[in-house]
Nanobody, 119 residues
């Protein structure tokens, strides 16, 4: 089994910053792509950013220039540095990882962490 645990969410004023962290734990042989998605009430889940094992990144247009994704392959962690947060950014942010365990390769999700942007 693989567990993803997020941390770092909270309340921030518009223009402020937050850093989200996600740690993958369990029977992990190799973590391939890792990423962050978000879902606001009434909306579908949407991609925020992903990062491949080699460091290649992909960002949604609405976060380009504001958010930075990074990872530590040795620790199986992925972070999301969020700057210049906007009133439209609040959502539950979930971590995702494509993981090879001892016998299987699968897609895993964390439970999410709430990000609120309000003055």
């Amino acid at each position: 089994q693989v567990q993803l645990v997020e941390s770092g969410g909270g309340l921030v004023q518009p223009g402020g910053s937050l850093t989200l962290s996600c740690a993958a734990a369990g029977n992990i042989f190799l973590a391939y792509a890792m990423g962050w998605y978000r879902q606001a009430p009434g909306n579908q889940r949407e991609l925020v950013a992903t990062i491949a094992r080699n460091g290649w990144t992909n960002y949604a247009n609405f976060v380009k220039g504001r958010f930075t994704i990074s990872r530590d392959n040795a620790k199986n962690t992925v972070n999301l540095q969020m700057n210049s947060l906007k009133p439209e950014d609040p959502a539950v942010y979930c971590c995702n990882a494509d993981v090879q365990t001892g016998t299987l390769r699968g897609d895993y999700w964390g439970r999410g962490t709430q990000v609120t942007v309000s003055s």
